[in-house]
C-alpha cells in the first residue's frame, strides 16, 4: 500500500469556488435586493468576510482530503465535519480523465475524474489538483492492463503507430460553423437579458428602446444579421476551444482521445465499456451529408451534463464513417448494409404526434392573438415536414450479432448495438395498434443516466417479433 | 403480438388489486366531499364542479376496484427460460419485454400488507438500465423464482 497524498494547494481555490458556486442563487438574490435599497457598503463588507470564511473552510476541506493509489484500488478519505472513506476497486473504474483547465496549465496540474458506472455522480471519485505526471500514472495503474510499479515516463504519445485520428484546421471550422449554436447561444443571451433587465435602469432600457425603433427597418435587419453571424463566428470559435487539437488513438483494449485548446482533456475509454456506437446527423449537418460519432459509455461524467454521450470524432463525412471504424473501432464496423423501414400505414400517427404541440399554441394563440394565425402556416409546414423526417428515418437492421436503431430526435440518430449490450427489449401496443398490427419497440441500453432507451414507433409487428427473436438467441 | 408467455400470475392478484383499488377510492370520495363541503360555504364555487367530481367518483368506483383487475390479471403472463426472462402486461397498451438473463443484476422479492394478506409477493428484476416487476406471485413460488433467477443470472455473468 502507497502513503496518503494530499492535493497541490491550487485545490483551495476551487474549493473556495465551488462554495460560492453552490451558495450562489442565495447571493446573488440577496445582492440584488440589497443593490435596489441602497445597502452595496454592507453587501461588499458582507462578501469579503464571507470570503474569508469559505477560504478558511476551503483549506480545511484540502487538509482532510487525502487519497491513496494502490495496485487495485483508489482511496480516498474526505469530509470536514463527517469523515468519508471511499474505497474504488480498479475493475468498477470505467475511465479516467484528465482535465487541464487554463489554472492547471501554467502550473503543470490536472484534474483527475474516476469515473464508475452508475448515475450517482457522487460515487464517482474527482481530484481537483494533482501534478500532471501523478495524473498519468494514475491512468497506468488503473489501466485494465496495468504495470504497477513503472514510473510515470510510460507516456501514451511515446509509443507510436498506433491507428489515429487527428482534426485538422479545415474539419473544426466546419464543425464549428455547422454546430448549430447560434440558436443555443442567442437562447442563452435571450434567457442572460431577462434575468438582467431589472438591473438596467429604466432611463437607459426607454433610450435605447426609442432609438432602437425611430432606425429604419433596414439597419435593423442589418444589425439583426451582424449579431448572427458574430454569434455564428462566437460558435466556430467556441468549437475550436473545445474540439482543438482533437486526437484519437486507438489501443489494443481502449480508445484515447485529448482535445482542447485552452482546457484540454485526456480521457480513456475501454473497450469493454463501450455499449453502443451512435452516428448523429445534426439538422444543420445532414444537408451536407456531415455527422458526428460517439459512443455510448456507462458512467457519470462529472461537470459534463450537457453530453450524453462521448464523442468519438467531432465531425466526419457520413461516406467515411465506414473507414473511421475500419480504422479506429473495428468491432463496432458492423453498420448493416439495409435498413428496414417503418411501414406506411404509421403514417398518421407520425403526422398526429408532431402536430399535438403546434394545434395547442394555435388554439391558445387563436384565443389571444388571433392576429398572429398566418404564422401557423409556417409552424405546421415545419411540424409536418418533421412528421415526414421522422416517419421516414424510424428503421431498424440486424446484421448478425448486431443491432442497428436508426430514429430522429430532431437529429438523426443511428445506434450500433451488440446483442450482448442489450438489457432489454420491450414491444408496446395500444389497442389501435394491434388492429393494424403495428407496435412500438424500446430497446434498453445502459449508458450515463442510467439507462437509455431507444424507440422506434409504429414498427411492423412481424419485424418486432424479429427483434425479439434476435434477442432470444443468446 | 408475439406468442405471449406461458405462466399467468395468481387468481389472488385480482383480489388483491381490488382492495387496494378500494382503499385507493378514499382519495376522490375525500376530494369530493371537501369540495361539496366548499360548495355550500362559498358561493362562487358552481354546482357543477360538484356534479362532475361525483360522475367521476362514481365511474372510479365501478371500473379501478370491478373492471381493470379482472384484465390486468387476464393479460399478465411471465415466463423464465434458462436465458431469459419473457413479461407480458397492460391492459390498455400491452407491452411485451424480453430479459436477457445474463443481463439481470439483481432480483427481489416484496411483500405489501395487501399482498401478504392474501399470501402473495412482488418478484422485482433490475438490469443495469431497468426494472421490471411481476406482481401477484404466491409466497413460496415468488422466492423459488428468484432464487432460480439469481442462480441462473450468475452463470455468464460478465461485468457491466
Redesign the interface.
Known sequence: MSDYKRLHPLAILFNVFNLFKSSFYFLFTIIVLSIGDGFILYTLLGLSVLTIVFAVIGFLIWRRFEYSVSSDQIHIKQGLLIRKDRYISKHRIQSIDLTQSIFHRPLGLTRVDVETAGSDKKVDAALSAVQLSEGKWIQNVMKSRANVGQDASIDHHESVQRPNRNITNKELFIAGSTSGSVGVILGLIGLLFSQIENIIPEKFYSMTTTWFLSQAIETIILIALVIVVLLWLLGILGTFIKYGQFQITRYDNELFITRGLLEKKQMTIPLKRIQAVGIEEGLTRQPFGLATIYVVIAGGEIGQTADAHTLLFPIIRKSKVQNFLNEILLEYNHFPSDMVNVPKRSIPYYMVRVSILPVILFVVSYIFYPQLLWMFFIIFSIAWLLGIANYRNSSYGINGRYLAIQLRRLSKETVLVPRRRVQSIENKQHVLHRKQALGQVIVSLLSKQSGSHLTVKELEQDDINKMLDWLSKY | ??QPPKQRIAMGAIKAWRLKALILLIIPVVITGIVMVLTFIFDFIPYLVSILLIVITVVDAIVSPFLIPKLRWRRWRYEILD??IYVQH?V????????????VQHVDTKQGPILKNYQLATLTIT????T?EIPALPEKEAADLRDLISDLARVGQ???
Open positions: 403480438m408475439r436465458e431469459e397492460g390498455l397498451v400491452v407491452s411485451q419485454t424480453l430479459i436477457p438473463m445474463v443481463r438490469t443495469a438500465a431497468t421490471h460478465d461485468d457491466v
